[in-house]
């Protein structure tokens, strides 16, 4: 799947930002362009509102404005302009007939600052700078722009801010010193790699080991081990993992790092527990590991199974190759929507509909969960269900013959070749359309 981008800029500064971004094979740009800074912050709000998002790239004001909107797990890079854009701006001053100094620059790091005045051999004590600070407001900086023009006979301003400039523009000649794209560029690729990097290591290996906990008499261990497993099997959430019989007490789990994350949210708690006590009448401890090997795995997954059942009630603990634990992970947290017993009316009403079984429809809205508004192309979904591709395709036609999904056009997945037809689950809105209606 594509990265996603979102991309906060003014809009007289798209251009710059379409050649920065021109170069990044594999990603996909979301753009939020604003006019006033008053519009920061609803544009900002729309694209979160608006799916899958992998990382953002602003500006050291929209994310002063935005911050607390932004999820903790989301990858964040904010712009910040190097010592070659300032540079080039003191170029194009001297370009327009200014002499370098005196001047005054706002937003610009000191440390930027110094470097360029040094390199420049400029007087150090002709460059005012007024390092960008969320708590200052266009009047104050424009009054600091002032007070230095007063004072030294300044003849221009050198400007990161877009409404300074239009303040001062009238009167006061302004030199952007906004990053140009080959500032832009290296900080996208630099975010795209750190976005890589945080998708790799989710994909790692994981292991998750399920033990019945206290139950001396052997056909309640086979009875109770049977429930985990179908329970684990049936689970929508587990359908891409595999799951097979470890011993008489539990079943061990194979699967990617991202999707224990997603089962634990993020090793908070494991919803999982509490429903094999409720439905099972059984208590269950789990254990996950994540290693370099599935072997590995597997050990951490039974040594952190085995200090889970020493808690007083359901729990999980998590243990890394790298020596972090992490637990117990309670057993609290929403329930599964869906069990083995019961897969509920509207994916019953559904499935009907659709000509599908109630077991496939649940495993197709938890693997919509998992692509969180992504489009998936008909072989992709078919490996996601291990199923044949020509399955594939037919499962995706009656999918759309029931409006369970809408075509997201087409896209080129390889240099030779046709181009590939994309499309959109929408099983989990289809869901919720029934429970209101």
Not at 113 to 137: F, G, M, N, T
Not at 176 to 202: F, K, W
Not at 231 to 252: K, S, Y
Not at 404 to 425: C, F, I, M, N, W
């Amino acid at each position: 799947m594509p990265i996603v981008i979102g991309l906060v800029l003014h809009a007289s500064h798209r251009a710059v930002f379409e050649d920065a971004a021109r170069t990044l094979a594999g990603v996909s740009i979301a753009w939020v362009t604003y006019e006033h800074e008053a519009g920061i912050r609803p544009g900002i709000e729309d694209l979160l509102a608006r799916g899958h998002l992998d990382g953002l790239m602003l500006g050291p004001v929209p994310y002063a404005k935005c911050r607390d909107l932004l999820p903790d797990d989301l990858s964040v890079a904010v712009v910040r302009s190097a010592g070659l854009d300032l540079s080039l701006a003191f170029c194009r001053a001297l370009g327009r007939g200014r002499a370098a100094t005196p001047v005054s620059i706002d937003t610009f790091d000191q440390e930027t600052v110094d470097e360029v005045v040094r390199a420049l051999d400029l007087d150090p004590d002709q460059v005012a700078c007024l390092p960008y600070d969320p708590a200052q407001s266009v009047e104050e900086i424009v009054e600091f722009h002032r007070r230095h023009l007063e004072r030294f006979g300044g003849q221009y301003v050198i400007s990161l801010r877009t409404a300074v400039t239009a303040r001062l523009s009238a009167d006061v000649p302004v030199v952007s010193g906004v990053p140009g794209a080959a500032t832009i560029r290296a900080q996208l690729h630099e975010l795209a790699l750190r976005i890589q990097s945080r998708r790799a290591a989710a994909l790692r290996f994981a292991a998750g080991v399920f033990v019945v906990v206290n139950r001396d008499a052997a056909a309640d261990l086979d009875r109770a081990r049977v429930g985990v497993m179908n329970l684990l099997v049936n689970t929508p959430e587990f359908a891409d993992a595999w799951i097979e019989n470890r011993d008489r007490r539990g079943v061990v789990v194979f699967a990617h790092q991202a999707l224990f994350e997603r089962v634990t949210h993020n090793w908070v708690s494991l919803p999982a527990l509490a429903q094999a006590q409720e439905t099972l009448g059984i208590r269950v401890a789990a254990g996950f590991g994540v290693g370099a090997s599935a072997r590995t795995s597997v050990l951490l997954a039974e040594r952190a199974a085995a200090r889970a059942e020493q808690e007083e009630r359901p729990s999980a603990y998590l243990i890394e190759d790298s020596g972090v634990i992490i637990g117990p992970l309670s057993s609290g947290g929403s329930p599964l929507t869906f069990t083995y017993r019961e897969h509920g009316a509207s994916i019953e009403h559904l499935s009907r509909g659709a000509g599908l079984s109630a077991a496939t429809l649940s495993r197709l809205a938890a693997l919509e969960g998992g692509l969180e508004g992504r489009p998936i192309s008909p072989s992709d979904l078919a490996k996601s269900l291990g199923i044949t591709e020509p399955s594939g395709r037919r499962l995706i036609r009656k999918l759309s013959e029931s409006g369970l999904v809408s075509d997201e056009g087409s896209a080129q997945v390889h240099r030779k070749g046709r181009p590939t037809r994309l499309y959109r689950l929408t099983i989990a809105e289809a869901i919720r359309g029934a429970e209101t209606g």
